[in-house]
């Protein structure tokens, strides 16, 4: 390994996911859930954007304006790529984190973000981001920092540490990263089938192991096996935050702006008992043995009077991102069971205003059920209800939307065209949205069909054939791709429409 590594894998590439976390229009929500007075984002910076799938879609999706680093050049060749498709102004480097906080040209940034660096790095690299933020976060800036945390990870660390030793072990230098992490895995399988007593004592440990088992290497590489890999409590990395003068602000994940529906009412009476922030979060991080956390941190933060958060709030809009709304059963049950929440009196009327498919803000949905006597409060409890199902997201202004349009159309047409080659990019660009949205490699080449000028399924279905047919996998699923294309006409392609995507 080279000094300028630090002891991080390079020479196996990331997978090309795409993190809803990082998109600043999707922080606004839950940061006014949570009080607090939402800055302005003109520029934004990605720390170790890995393949650069999320910082693309978000350039590509809204007027930010993005810049950002990682030191795998694979990896930053294949984000500038996409930035050439797009024709997004965005600035990536591939320097260091140590080289990039050095530039004299980088502007002061209103969001900062990371996610599934911080536990995989040394601490010399964590200082360097810290101060890095202290230096380059507005006032009223966001960091938004996603990392593997404890008690959750607390039982599997050890299997983390048998694998990495034998990946290590004297003599297999000259075997490849790939090859090395094979034969720890079938290690750590052939251990784990003795039925030791550490695994007796942690039965989790085995259903972790089950999933492992089926992860695509790049990304067992890149989490399991680099020098450095260290979950954090939260208040652990509270402390490491302190120099940068940031405040815990809110979780980026919905399900945390539930609690009515993810905790019982015990769990909840105890949280209220705690009124230190960090406790209350390590006590939450217990309570659902919490193995990675999505965090927004604030610089400066300022907390809004109820009148000026109810305003912000009637501003903000969301739009529906599913084939026909509703709330899943279980979810349904759950709040009948619980009799916590929006009951159904509240969430059916909401439910039925989003459903028309059209951007809506929080203020006209308050307009729209007001004669049933329905609060602005319950219709946010409501609205982060549906949102924690990933069911309906946020939407940005028809002006920025149509500004956005043309460089996620162009993206687009990139990613679905390399969708003939091979899987692995699985969200393509919203100027809804201002994000990413999933569909499948199938869904991606029907929908490049129908941007070809296929009108019907059977169209799609011979396009998709041609590709999968040339790659030798086409044995007989004719019908599951005449179904899955009358799905794709009935369902995709709505919400496609939807979020102006097709
Ligand atoms: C686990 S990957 C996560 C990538 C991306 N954020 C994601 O979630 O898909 C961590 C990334 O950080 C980059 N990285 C690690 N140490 C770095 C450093 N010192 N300077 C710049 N990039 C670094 C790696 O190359 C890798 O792409």
């Known amino acids: 390994m080279t000094d300028r590594t630090d002891g991080y894998v390079t020479d196996v590439g990331y997978t090309h996911g795409y993190y809803p976390e990082l998109?600043?229009?999707?922080?606004?929500?839950?940061?006014?859930?949570?009080?607090?007075?939402?800055?302005?984002?003109?520029?934004?910076?990605?720390?170790?954007?890995?393949?650069?799938?999320s910082i693309n879609i978000h350039a590509a999706a809204?007027?930010?304006?993005?810049?950002?680093?990682?030191?795998?050049?694979?990896?930053?060749?294949?984000?500038?790529?996409?930035?050439?498709?797009s024709g997004a102004d965005i600035a990536l480097f591939d320097d260091s984190f140590e080289d990039f906080a050095r530039r004299p040209d980088l502007p002061a940034f209103d969001f900062i973000a990371l996610h599934g660096v911080w536990s995989w790095i040394s601490d010399r690299n964590r200082t360097l981001i810290v101060d890095f933020v202290r230096r380059r976060l507005k006032a009223g800036g966001v960091l938004y920092l996603g990392y593997n945390a404890l008690p959750g990870w607390a039982a599997f660390s050890s299997v983390r540490h048998l694998m990495v030793e034998h990946a290590n072990r004297a003599g297999t230098e000259g075997r490849g990263t790939a090859a090395r992490i094979d034969e720890a895995i079938r290690f750590a399988e052939k251990l784990l089938a003795t039925d030791p007593e550490y695994a007796r004592?942690?039965?989790?440990?085995?259903?972790?192991?089950?999933?492992?088992?089926?992860?695509?290497?790049?990304?067992?590489?890149?989490?399991?096996?680099?020098?450095?890999?260290?979950?954090?409590?939260?208040e652990t990395v509270a402390r490491w935050l302190e120099p940068a003068a940031v405040r815990y602000a809110c979780s980026a994940t919905f399900n945390d702006h539930v609690d009515f529906l993810s905790l019982t009412d015990r769990q909840r009476g105890l949280l209220g008992e705690v009124h230190d922030p960090g406790l209350r979060e390590s006590v939450r991080d217990f309570?659902?043995?919490?193995?990675?956390?999505?965090?927004?941190?604030?610089?400066g933060a300022r907390m809004l009077s109820e009148p000026a958060r109810a305003e912000a709030l009637r501003r903000e809009r969301v739009i529906s991102v599913v084939p026909r709304l509703d709330l899943p059963f279980k979810v349904r049950a759950a709040l009948a069971l619980n009799k916590t929440g929006p009951g159904?009196?509240?969430?059916?009327?909401?439910?039925?205003?989003?459903?028309?498919r059209r951007?809506?803000?929080?203020g006209e949905l308050e307009q729209a059920v007001k004669h049933k006597g329905i609060?602005?409060?319950?219709?946010?409890?409501?609205?982060?209800?549906?949102?924690?199902?990933?069911?309906?997201?946020?939407?940005?202004?028809?002006?920025?939307?149509?500004?956005?349009?043309?460089?996620?159309?162009?993206?687009?047409?990139?990613?679905i065209e390399r969708a003939r080659f091979g899987g692995d990019i699985t969200d393509i660009a919203s100027p809804i949205t201002g994000g990413g949205i999933h569909i499948e490699r199938l869904e991606q080449l029907f929908l490049a069909a129908f941007q070809q000028g296929g009108t019907r399924p059977d169209d799609w279905v011979r396009e998709a054939s041609k590709v999968i047919a040339a790659e030798g996998?086409?044995?007989?699923?004719?019908?599951?791709?005449?179904?899955?294309?009358?799905?794709?006409a009935e369902q995709t392609l709505p919400t496609l429409r939807t979020l102006r995507i097709a």
């Open 23 to 53: 998109n600043p229009l999707r922080m606004r929500l839950a940061l006014l859930h949570a009080g607090f007075r939402v800055p302005n984002i003109a520029t934004a910076c990605e720390l170790g954007f890995g393949q650069g799938l």
């Open 62 to 85: 809204s007027p930010v304006h993005w810049y950002g680093t990682d030191f795998n050049a694979a990896h930053a060749g294949f984000a500038r790529q996409l930035a050439a498709a």
């Open 201 to 234: 004592r942690n039965p989790q440990v085995l259903e972790r192991f089950e999933v492992l088992l089926e992860e695509d290497r790049r990304y067992l590489a890149h989490e399991y096996f680099n020098r450095d890999w260290a979950p954090m409590h939260f």
């Open 287 to 299: 309570i659902i043995n919490r193995t990675f956390r999505h965090d927004y941190w604030v610089k």
């Open 344 to 356: 159904e009196a509240v969430y059916a009327p909401i439910l039925e205003r989003l459903a028309d």
């Open 359 to 362: 951007a809506v803000s929080l």
């Open 375 to 415: 609060s602005l409060t319950q219709v946010l409890d409501t609205v982060m209800l549906i949102a924690s199902c990933d069911h309906i997201v946020a939407a940005q202004d028809d002006a920025v939307m149509a500004a956005a349009r043309p460089r996620t159309d162009k993206l687009n047409a990139h990613l």
């Open 473 to 488: 996998t086409l044995e007989g699923p004719a019908v599951d791709l005449a179904k899955r294309a009358q799905t794709f």
